[in-house]
């Protein structure tokens, strides 16, 4: 099957299907709810239900513009254009997934953003036997190696008990979408009163929906802050220390697992946790797929093909998905 | 040497100094004597002793070789991942994972590591060294080893937070272990000395160099309050130094705590005939009839890799005494300046190439600026002000040393080229090189990184990404497009850059976003600034 990889996206033109189109299009898979992922007022927009939830918040319907939605979740497949089409889990975010391609007995692999471990929220990845594997390399350099949920839960916790008994306010700067409300997650869970800026906590009932509780959180108040962990987003740290507050910062993030992302996010609690899978994660998906060509489209991806190709697997980082991360580095 | 690194990670995530301080105290608390004075050593001086002699030299070439050993990574793998770091000892520690034995490493043990790679001559044989610490003990704990070898730890210590903690931990008042260190600059002794209560044993130590006073900036003359109570000095463009001397041995020190003492034969000569021993605070200067030559001229000569008599002719340099730290066993430095300066005269015999400072009184601020003009007219850079009665406070910038000059200048330029940091700014372009208009062109005439706020360098190195040109490694060429103004302290030639000149010491003033590359100034005028500093005082 060809694949065209282009500055919009990719595209599957023998079935005129776009994977992560950047500009609006006629057919786009749309892998998960990052806005890097999810854009454009494409005709025929396919992802999981969870996942177009958070399309449609963040591009909102207009009347002017028809658009079908079609749901295909977890192990369900569809018939396109004489391809068949079927959505794995990939632990990222809430809703995210990969899709494979059968096409004339070929099998493709797109993995979207992914983590192989299980995420704090979110379904569990299955690695999928194919052909060709299209994967992602944000973290794709062997300096990145990230805690397991359990350990990134406790670590968020303890941090958060460890403030707040000092008599100091501890801060967690966490994404929009998915660190956020992981964090918010593992608070809650742990019993901590927890207070939500904004744009975090817009994104709660699409995480609420898909069957998590955060039992006892508040939206985030300048003047009630007391006793309280506060979940913010980047930029927000600096509007709080400014406020002249006794607080204690943690960034909960796969870059933090450089001692550089202390300065980066202002930050003096390194919590290296991330939705991407790490170097060790990403090498074992592309070893559990069993395929024997792989296109690296998004992070480190020049070195990481590299990389797969000394280990005798044929790799290359095709010029595609172009565009800015949601998980921007602060500062960066 | 496990627990030091956990400290050391410890102390890294603190943002406060006392908490930092207290998190090394606790440490050291848990120590035996022998291993607090191989921690404090460590995280103070380094690898090996202060007084061992011969530089400890471990490059990052041999650093980088017996990582690539150890973890296997092809070399652009490795510096892609250096790049993203910004760290050496940090990027081995992450890169060896995996590979190691992950054995527990005693600061004993490290020591004698440390001492065998000071004593390799070979580079093969560093790298072996090397790579069977990298092969056998745990990530963090090389991390910190690399750490203390390349001299910079990364997190947020202080040479004085050390001190600080080594008091803390052995409840010793801070001012005493401060008194000791700069007698001795040994703090690992000192710890040891601390810890058993013979602080007051710690003897001065000569040809260490102890820490400098410093003048504090005065904005303007008008600011000093009391003109009456001042000592008044001319203050010179040279080479701030410090010469020790024992009976005809003679070391000199620059600032940067680095032994000049083969650069300036004859004034190690002339100090030969000083009697007993001393400690001397002074300038290096160019001089000729009675006064001194530029910086620049003294530049020509540092640049010469051998001083041969003829630019020692060609090029005559004085060392002008101001201040008298130690003298025959005793440390001067709590005593007032008065009795400094009486010590300091009689230990001399003002004749070239040693001489002693001259010091005047005013009575007014009028006398200042009088005082002033007479030593911009001799060519000096301005004056520095001295309270009466005052103490040496070495390391310190309290303000009873007060100075007061003018810049040489100051330019508008383009930024033409930008750096990636290290540190904490590994991930920001922070360094800018900078040019002058030259014709239709730019050409660089220096390069700074200092004098912008996080949030405008964080700015700049958004618009720089996204003007880049070209991009080598840490550096990415730019479009001529960012003015800044830059101040510099004088103007100098240099083969580095196109332009053949590079400024003094230059450091932005501000990011003027009110001006344009065709605003910017040009070659002719930095030229002329040139010839101006050759020709006498501004």
New interface residues.
């Given amino acids: 099957m060809q694949i065209d990889f282009t500055a919009q996206g990719i595209h599957l033109p023998e079935i005129d299907l776009w994977l992560d189109a950047q500009q609006t299009c006629a057919n786009s898979w749309i892998s998960h709810g990052h806005s890097d992922h999810a854009r454009g007022m494409h005709c025929r927009v396919i992802g999981t239900s969870a996942t177009l939830r958070i399309y449609r918040l963040r591009w909102p319907a207009d009347n002017d513009t028809p658009q079908e939605l079609q749901s295909l979740d977890y192990g369900q497949s569809m018939d396109f254009h004489g391809a068949r089409l079927t959505a794995y889990p990939a632990s990222h975010i809430v809703g995210a997934a990969q899709l494979l391609v059968e096409w004339r007995g070929e099998r493709i692999v797109y993995t979207g953003d992914i983590k192989l471990r299980p995420p704090i929220c979110g379904s569990s990845t299955e690695v999928i036997p194919c052909h060709r594997l299209i994967i992602e390399s944000t973290f794709g ?3 990145y ?1 990230f805690l397991g949920r359990e350990e990134a839960c406790q670590r968020i916790a303890s941090f958060a008990a460890a403030s707040l008994a000092e008599g100091s306010t501890p801060v967690f700067i966490g994404y929009p979408l998915g660190r956020g409300q992981e964090i918010v997650f593992a608070l809650c869970q742990a019993g901590i009163p927890v207070a939500v800026h904004g744009s975090i906590a817009r994104m709660i009932p699409v995480y609420e929906a898909a069957g998590y509780a955060f039992p006892g959180w508040v939206p985030y108040a300048a003047k009630d802050t007391a006793g309280k962990a506060l979940v913010v987003v980047p930029n927000f740290r600096a509007t709080l220390e400014a406020s002249g507050r006794n607080t204690r910062s943690a960034y909960v993030s796969g870059w933090a ?4 992302a ?3 996010a202002g930050a ?3 919590i290296p946790y991330s939705d991407h899978a790490d170097f060790d994660e990403l090498l074992a998906i592309v070893q559990q797929s069993g395929a024997t060509e792989v296109a690296v489209v998004h992070g ?1 991806t020049e ?1 990481f093909a ?2 797969l190709n ?1 280990r005798g697997v044929r790799a290359s980082a095709p010029r595609a998905l172009a565009a800015r991360a949601e998980e921007e ?1 602060p ?2 | 040497m496990d627990n030091l690194a956990a400290a050391c990670e410890q102390v ?4 406060s100094r006392l908490r930092k301080i207290a998190a090394l105290a606790s440490y050291f608390r848990t120590l035996s004597d022998i291993d607090l004075e191989r921690a404090v050593r460590f995280l103070a001086s380094g690898p090996i002793a202060v007084d061992s002699g011969k530089k400890f030299s471990v490059g990052s070439a041999t650093l980088r070789e017996a990582v690539l050993q150890v ?1 296997g ?2 070399p ?2 490795a510096a ?2 250096y790049r ?4 050496s000892g ?2 081995i520690g ?2 060896v ?1 995996g590979k190691t034995a992950c054995e527990a490493l005693t600061l004993a043990a490290a020591e004698i590591y440390y001492a065998r790679l000071y004593k390799a001559r070979r580079t093969a044989e560093k790298v072996q060294l090397l790579q069977e610490v990298f092969s056998k003990y745990r990530p963090l704990t090389i991390k910190y080893f690399v750490k203390i070898i390349t001299g910079n730890l ?1 997190i947020g210590l202080q040479s004085k937070m050390v001190e600080e903690a080594v008091a803390l931990a052995t409840g010793t008042p801070h001012e005493a272990v401060r008194q000791a260190n700069n007698r001795s600059g040994d703090l690992a002794a000192i710890a040891k000395a601390a810890r058993r209560g013979t602080l007051h044993e710690i003897e001065a130590r000569l040809f260490h160099p102890m820490d400098f006073m410093l003048a504090k900036p005065l904005e303007a003359l008008s600011d000093l309050a009391d003109p009456e109570n001042w000592w008044v000095e001319d203050k010179f463009d040279g080479i701030r130094s410090q010469v020790h001397v024992d009976s005809g041995r003679v070391m000199i020190f620059s600032r940067g705590m680095e032994e000049v003492t083969e650069a300036f034969p004859e004034i190690a000569l002339a100090m030969q005939s000083v009697e007993g021993r001393a400690v001397f605070d002074g300038e290096l200067l160019a001089w000729r009839d009675r006064r001194a030559l530029a910086f620049t001229v003294l530049q020509q000569r540092i640049a010469r890799k051998k001083v041969t008599p003829a630019i020692q002719a060609e090029i005559p340099v004085v060392f002008v005494a101001y201040d008298l730290l130690y003298r025959d066993g005793k440390m001067l430095v709590d005593v007032p300046i008065e009795e400094r300066r009486a010590l300091l005269e009689t230990a001399l015999h003002h004749l070239p190439p040693l001489l002693v400072s001259s010091q005047s009184l005013a009575k007014s601020t009028d006398d200042i600026d009088y005082f002033f003009e007479q030593a911009r007219a001799r060519g000096n850079e301005g004056l520095v002000l001295k309270r009466f009665g005052s103490i040496y406070e070495p390391g310190r910038r309290s303000g009873a040393w007060q100075k007061a000059k003018r810049p040489y200048g100051t330019l508008d330029v383009v930024v033409t080229a930008a750096e990636q940091g290290h ?6 372009l922070s360094d800018y090189t900078f040019a002058v208009r030259a014709g239709g062109q730019f050409v660089n005439v220096g390069k700074a990184y200092s004098g912008l706020t996080d949030q405008e360098i ?1 700015e700049l ?1 958004r618009i720089f990404r996204s003007s880049a040109t070209d991009r080598f490694g840490r550096i990415t060429l730019v479009r001529p497009e960012v003015v800044l103004e830059v101040a510099f302290d004088g103007v100098q030639k240099s083969p580095r850059h196109k332009s053949g000149y590079a400024l003094r010491f230059p450091r932005i003033l501000r990011w003027r976003q009110d001006k344009s590359p065709a605003d910017c100034d040009d070659i002719e005028h930095v030229r002329a600034l040139y010839e101006a500093s050759l020709a006498g005082p501004a």
């Fill in positions: 350099l062997p300096i190696r697992a450089l001692d550089n202390r300065a980066r003096e609690e390194l480190y070195a590299n990389i000394a580095l500062g960066a | 890294a995530g603190y943002s973890s990574w092809p652009d793998i892609l991942c993203e770091v910004g760290d940090e990027t992450l890169l994972r990364r540190g904490r700014r590994a991930t920001v964080r190195t």
